[in-house]
């Protein structure tokens, strides 16, 4: 265990689903070679094929207490990173501009597409990240054990120079959230922008998010939003408890409008997205949210304030991030950190 | 192998350093050094690498500056630089704070202002001046100096005025709210030569025109921190999640602060998903929906009576017999109403003829619902025309629930404030106008306009120019009344073979044209109806790909020209089918100023680097060109032209005199200084002092706009109306929803009524849907590979699932949509939220870019609203991007089918993109 854990919130009732998060993380961390099929942070329409496609059905993760690899997605599976032929159609009388293969998948390819109940369609964004999890899977399937949780913070990290390239680690994650990068043999993911978080600063997904939608903080720190939401109000729930890895990232679960012809009906009564999708992502547990914070919203549409809604306001990002500099939270054994 | 592994070992170590200018490879901790067994789970030892990331964050450097794409976001950014490069940009997210209550404006920005970089050194950059080898929009150039190329251009231009006069020179740039300096560096030119200025605001049909008819003003919005203070927020027709990406938050939030939100769009859409009430409405009947709300609040006695009578024209007497407003003898702008305390007829303060300038009632009483033999009033009119718009009838018209519509009518009547939210989803109908007042009327009703969290509230265009005096003082250093001012959307169907079919009271539209320019109502350049436009210079802009009725353009306006020049920092699809390209500096390598209807706060762009390669800011380039006349002008000796319009002998030699003030204004910031210290919002700033952080205004100025700023508060609009009682600025000095000008009284158009959508065609079934996204701001970002990647790589028509299995495509076909105007393919993606019988493609695809044929203009064609061409009444008159005809394009209609590429489609499907660029 380590002594505390980062973590975040994300209200996907705040989400637009506007990709700014999936830029920021694409301009600052992978950017560079071997990385462009690589979102560490992605936005995802759901229901949905999910990036890589198919993510959530392929396997990863533990079952009873052992890990179930899945295959490796394959590079279409993620989507193709094309280039297109500017420099010839505009400046050398070439032909109409295109990508350079017929593209068939890229990691938004369903994007608002969603599903359907009795005609009508329904769906929401899903962020996601590396859940920096407590039991990482990832971690566990390295025969190098080149994988590992810091302790001062919990952030889960693939050394790059211990890493050989064995991608037990991709098999291993049920979020498909840990990637390879072919030209240098190394694998790589999410760093939860450590650099910026030892700093006091909020990743750059969070940071950039114009939704406002993300809460970090230590969920060991009870001041913080990110413990409130998850502890003491019960409104943010992880992905995918099932497959074991114990996430890290947290997620407020979305409301749709109400059918044609049910305004006014509770989305448990007659619901545009069905619960059961909801407990497929998010756990039984999901119920009890809904019904949570419908009653709260009602409270609010009613003229009285909500406490926990009026936090997920998140008027500014004092109130939305509460991370102490590093060198002030702890002295670690064994740690690099001077 | 063992070698090869470490070789590759090493070398993606190297790689990984490699990438990181300035990144030594870490220290690496001797493996032998730990012993004991390796627990990563807790404790791990060699984390010397960690370095490695924490130097990928790092820079040398920081400068804020801020995108012109018309987004009407102007968020503040902070551009990255190492070793010379910018590497990255991060909203500065440092807007200062309205108040405790209010969520703050932080961090403002979206996906695309999130990677601009990557236009900077994209390959569509434009890198010297360049002048065309081939046919237009082939592609083939050949570089120029800038010498050469402007020599070019003034030599033509003067050629022009001499020969055939200045009026066939057109200079076209839109928004100068987004950088007032590089579009007012081209509007001098413009002034001080003689040019055409046209429009844009009207011609891309983002003017609400109802908003010029009710109140007399362009458009006046809330900024969008006063969603925040609202019960009851309807997003009609707005996307806001994809088109106001910076702002969507303010609605969400408010959502939890106990309003409730409603969504009425025909399709399920990035909004809807996070709605209380999603109205499914089918497309077209907006109007129809108002117009029931508005019966069941009148029918309910749900309307604010005390603000209806002062601030709306709905007591004042019209006459029966004539349909006109009572008025004096020989008095056009004088009008009464009758006053329930004394009985008597008591005439209306306020209005432009009344000698009070107040619309306050001092004690009288009028009386909404007077009738006699000869006059009713606009209340009593409008109720009887809106005894057809019961809930049943307007469910029926709508395709709504009545549960739906009623509650919805019930809760907008009686939650406040209530607001709506109105997006170019509406506004880009035929009927827009009408659509724009049953709307305004709802909030009129309901006593909702001019108060904090209420209104109307059109966000379509970055059309506000808060600083508006010194801008204009900047733009048109003579005045307005000295410039040639052209609603584009008239003067590109007129010179263009765009024809518009229809019959309006059995009548061609040309006719209506002809009329208006006749009377003087709306200008029609050039003047000599036998010369053709013969130059044209665009910059800011993408004319041609955006314009409606593409392909009748291409074939003849375009044929027309003999001069077509651009100035872009990227080849966009005008500047491919240009004479002669123009490098311009991009948003990050020039001064400038921005602000925005969406916010009270101005803030800079600045040169992060100079300019890259051999581009210039618009501003540095218009001024060479202007000197560049000048010595032209010189060198042949002309003498001083005679404009015969303004009376004003221009002496050419004297215009870069003339456009630098002589000199006053030697660099960029001059003029942003120059427009600040002009304007009452910014007086006493400084550029220096943007570049600290973004500054609220100060106060407004009163000739421009009508509320005030107020600490602590967001910006709302009509304050001085509602709370000081000021006239607004119409004929009736109230918010005029009864129109008696002849035209709109043919038309049955003097009050709000619903029009069904034009049916282009029979012949077509499907509504042509282009609306703005999220993956492009118009054309801007539509070609940037990041971007795209995270679409679908080329161009997508939407369909609804039913649509196409009718039709036998499947997602991801190539389809080809088309009707009598022109055709396109593209490849297709089934939607289910997309409504039945619409066709949907965001708007702003480069025609270049993944079309097999054609682009997402070809199927419109131009269609001018007769009554949008009135002038000479009251408040009605053309005024520059506030009142002229607007380029709608909803009511187009196409049909579509699955396409089978050609041998030649599949070579260029491809042979292209194998180039990396
Ligand atoms: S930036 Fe924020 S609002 Fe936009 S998609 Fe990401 S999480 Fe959602
Ligand atoms: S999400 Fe996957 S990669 Fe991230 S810590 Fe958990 S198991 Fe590892
Ligand atoms: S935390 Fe940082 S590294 Fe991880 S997804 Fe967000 S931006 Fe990317």
Redesign the pocket.
Known sequence: MPEHQISMVLDLNKCLGCQTCTMACKKLWTDGDGMDYMYWNNVETRPGQGYPRNWDKIG??FEDGKLRPSEIPTKEDYGQTFEYNYAERLFQGGPQAMPQEEVRNTPNWDEDVGAMTLGENYYFYLPRL????TN????EACPRKA?YKRAEDGI?LVDQERCEGYRY?VR???????YFNELLGKAQ??IFCYPRIENSEANACARQCPGRLRFVGFLDDPTSAVHKLVHVYKVALGLFPEKG?A?NVFYVPPFNPPRRGSYGKSVLEDPRMPMDYLQYLFGGEVIDVIRRLEGELQRAQNGSKSEVLQLLIGRDDQVRYQIPKHGDLIQLPGGRKA | MNNRREFLKLGALAALGASIPGCRKAETPALESFTGPLDPLHAYPYRGWEDLYRKQWTWDKVVRSTHSANCTGSCSWNVYVRNGVMIREEQAGDYPRISADLPDYNPRGCQKGACFTEYVYGPQRLRSPLIRAGERGEGKWRKATWDEALTLIAGKLLDNIYNYGPDTNTYFSVIPAMSPVSFCAGSRLAHYTGGVFCSFYDWYCDLPPGEPLTWGVQTESCECADWFNSKYIVLWGSNISQTRIPDAHFAWEARYNGAKVVGISPDFNSSMIHADLFLAIQPGTDAALALGVAKYIVDHNLYDAPYVKEQTDLALLVDKRTSRFVRPPNVNDVFFFQDAKTGKRHEAPGSMGSKEKTIALQGADPDLHYSDGEVTTVFELLRQKLAPYTLESVAETTGLALNDIRQFAHEFATRKPAMIIHGAGTNHWFHNDLINRSLILLVALSGNTGKNGGGFNHYVGQERVWPERGFRAYAFPEGVKKQRMQNMTLWTYTHSSNHDPHLYNGKPIEHYIDESVKNGWMPLYPKNRQQKPRALIVWRANYLNQAKGNEYILKSLWKDLDLIVDLNYRMDTTALHSDVVLPAASYYEKSDISSTDCHSYIHPFNKVLEPLYESKPDWEIFRDLARKMSQIAGERKLAPYHDEQFGWDRDFTKTYDAWSANGRFQQAEDGANFIMDGSPETKGMTFEQLKQHPQRFLKIDEEAWNSDIREGQAYTPFQHQVENKRPWRTLTGRQQFYLDHPWFLDFGEQLPVHKEPLGESAKYPFFWNTPHGRWSIHSTWRDARYQLRLQRGIPIVYMHPDDAKERHIQDNDWVKVFNDNGAFVSKVQILPGEKRKRLTMYHGWERYLGFLQGGWQSPTVIKIKPTQLVGGYGHVNFRLNYWGPTGNNRDARVDIVKYTPTAADLRTIRRAGKEQA
């Open positions: 990863g993760g590396c859940n920096h999890c990482p899977a990832c971690l994988i889960v680690c291993a994650c049920p979020y498909k959230k840990i993911k999410c890895t996430p």
